[in-house]
C-alpha cells in the first residue's frame, strides 16, 4: 500500500492520542513532516536538488519585492534594481534523522475537507494548491477539487509565479474554507494551479502546496495571507505562531506558544520592515570575530541553507577556513570534520549554527563538504531552517517581532 505525505502526517495525531494528555495550553499545534531531497542516501550532495531548492528560494523572495510594490506603490528596502524577477493549535510535524529538510504539516480545504500537505513558508504569502484540473506537472499530488466543493467561489483571476530559469506556475484564483488542527478561515483567498514550476514537481517537492505566513504586502494578488485571516477572525488564543524544528516531535504552534518546547527567557527581534519577517543581524561572528556587522536578514521558514550576499558569505568563509568549491558558483567547501563556530548576532544575543549542519553533505573521497551558508544573488541574508533547527522561534505578528529561545 502507498502512502502520501499527506497521509503520514494525517495520521499522526491518532498515534498519541493515548500518551497522557497535559493541562490545555494557550495554543495549538501541527505536526510537522519533514522531507529532504537536498543530498542522497549515502549524504553526498544533490547538486542539481540543491540548485533547484537555491532558484526556487531566490525567486520567491524577489517575487516578493515585486509584489510588495505593486501593492503599496513603494519600493522595499531591500529591493535593488536588477536582481530580476523572480481555540487556537499546533501542527505536529513528522520528523526524519537529517536537518536538511523541508517541512510540512496538514490543512484541509473546501467543504466536505480534503487534505492536503503544506510548506508552512515565513518566506511567502499566499496559499497555493494544485487544481484538479492540472496538467502532468501536477502529478502525484492531492489536487483541489472547486467544483467538489460547496464553499468554494471562482474570483474570476488568474495567477501567474515566474521561477528562475523561465519556469512559472500559473492557475486561477478561488475562496473556500481552509482548516488546520480545528481552526478554520472562511473565504480565505487561494491560488488553484493548473501548472507546477519543476521545483513544485513531486520528486523535489513531495508537499502538495505552500503556505504564506509573511505580511499581506508580499502577498502576489493582495489578500490576507492565513494566519492574518485567523487571527481576524478570531480563532487564535493570540496573535503568535513558533515553529520548533527539532527532535522527536517538530511541531508549528498556533495561537501561542508551547512551554514544553523551550527553555529561558526569549530574545525578542523587532521587525525593521512589515512585508518579510525582516529583523537586523547585530553581527555575523567566525570562530569568535566579528566579521560583519548590522545586515538585513529574513527568516525564512520555507528554505533549509543560508543565504548571504556574495561578498559577505566569501568573508565569513575566509574567517572560518571554507574555500569557493569547484562545483558551482556561490558554493563553498570545506572538512566534513571541521568544528567552527559561525554565530548570528540578534539583539546582542549570539544564536550559533549547530555543528550538525555546518555543512549539507560530501561531495568527494577526500573527506571535503559543501557549507550550509551560500552566496545567494539577493543583497541581504536569508535564514533558513539549518540555523532554525537550534532554536525555539516565535512570530508576534501584534507586536510586529521574533522571539529566540533555547530547546528544551
Known amino acids: 500500500m ?20 497535559p493541562a490545555k495550553q494557550r495554543g495549538t499545534a501541527i505536526p510537522l513532516s519533514q522531507f529532504s531531497s537536498l543530498v542522497h542516501a549515502d549524504k553526498g550532495v544533490n547538486f542539481e536538488a540543491l540548485n533547484s531548492h537555491i532558484a526556487l528560494t531566490t525567486a520567491k523572495i524577489l517575487r516578493g519585492l515585486d509584489n510588495f510594490e505593486k501593492n503599496t506603490g513603494t519600493s522595499h528596502p531591500l529591493s535593488v534594481k536588477g536582481t530580476g524577477k523572480r481555540d487556537s493549535g499546533r501542527l ?68 501567474a509565479a515566474d521561477f528562475v530559469g523561465g519556469d512559472t506556475a500559473f492557475g486561477y484564483q478561488y475562496t473556500d474554507n481552509v482548516t488546520t488542527v480545528g481552526l478554520t478561515v472562511t473565504h480565505q483567498t487561494l491560488c488553484a494551479a493548473v501548472h507546477y514550476s519543476q521545483g513544485l514537481g513531486i520528486e523535489r517537492f513531495p508537499g502538495d502546496g505552500l503556505l504564506g505566513m509573511a505580511f499581506q504586502a508580499m502577498s502576489r494578488y493582495n489578500q490576507s495571507p492565513f494566519f492574518q485571516s485567523l487571527v481576524a477572525e478570531g480563532q487564535t488564543d493570540e496573535p503568535v505562531f513558533a515553529f520548533r524544528f527539532a527532535g522527536p516531535r517538530p511541531e508549528l504552534y498556533i495561537g501561542g506558544t508551547n512551554p514544553d518546547m523551550y527553555t529561558g527567557d526569549f530574545t525578542w527581534v523587532v521587525v525593521i520592515f512589515q512585508g518579510y519577517w525582516q529583523l537586523n543581524i547585530d553581527s555575523v ?58 554565530s548570528f548576532i540578534f539583539s ?61
Open 2 to 21: 502507498r502512502f502520501t505525505l499527506t497521509t503520514v502526517i494525517t495520521a499522526l495525531p491518532f498515534f498519541v492520542t493515548g500518551a497522557p494528555q
Open 92 to 159: 505536529p510535524i513528522t520528523t526524519l534523522s537529517d536537518p536538511f529538510n523541508r517541512w510540512f504539516g496538514t490543512i484541509s480545504v473546501g467543504t466536505p475537507p480534503r487534505n492536503f500537505a503544506v510548506l508552512f513558508d515565513t518566506g511567502s504569502s499566499d496559499l497555493i494548491l494544485p487544481h484538479i484540473q492540472c496538467d502532468h506537472s501536477c502529478d502525484g499530488h492531492n489536487l483541489y477539487d472547486s467544483e467538489a466543493s460547496l464553499t468554494s467561489a471562482e474570483l474570476g483571476r488568474s495567477f
Open 285 to 342: 561572528m567566525g570562530d569568535g570575530r566579528n566579521v560583519l556587522t548590522n545586515r538585513a536578514g529574513v527568516i525564512d521558514t520555507g528554505t533549509v541553507p543560508i543565504y548571504g550576499p556574495p561578498s559577505d558569505v566569501a568573508a565569513l568563509y575566509a574567517a572560518i577556513g571554507g574555500l569557493p568549491s569547484r562545483f558551482g558558483q556561490g558554493f563553498y567547501s570545506l572538512p566534513c570534520d571541521m568544528v567552527a563556530n559561525i
Open 348 to 408: 546582542g544575543t549570539p544564536f550559533s549554527i549547530p555543528v550538525a549542519v555546518y555543512n549539507i553533505g560530501s561531495f568527494s573521497l577526500q573527506g571535503q563538504c559543501v557549507g550550509v551558508v551560500v552566496a545567494g544573488t539577493a543583497p541581504f541574508w536569508i535564514i533558513g531552517t539549518s540555523f532554525l533547527s537550534s532554536v525555539y522561534t516565535v512570530f508576534d505578528l501584534s507586536n510586529e517581532r521574533v522571539g529566540f529561545a533555547t530547546l528544551a
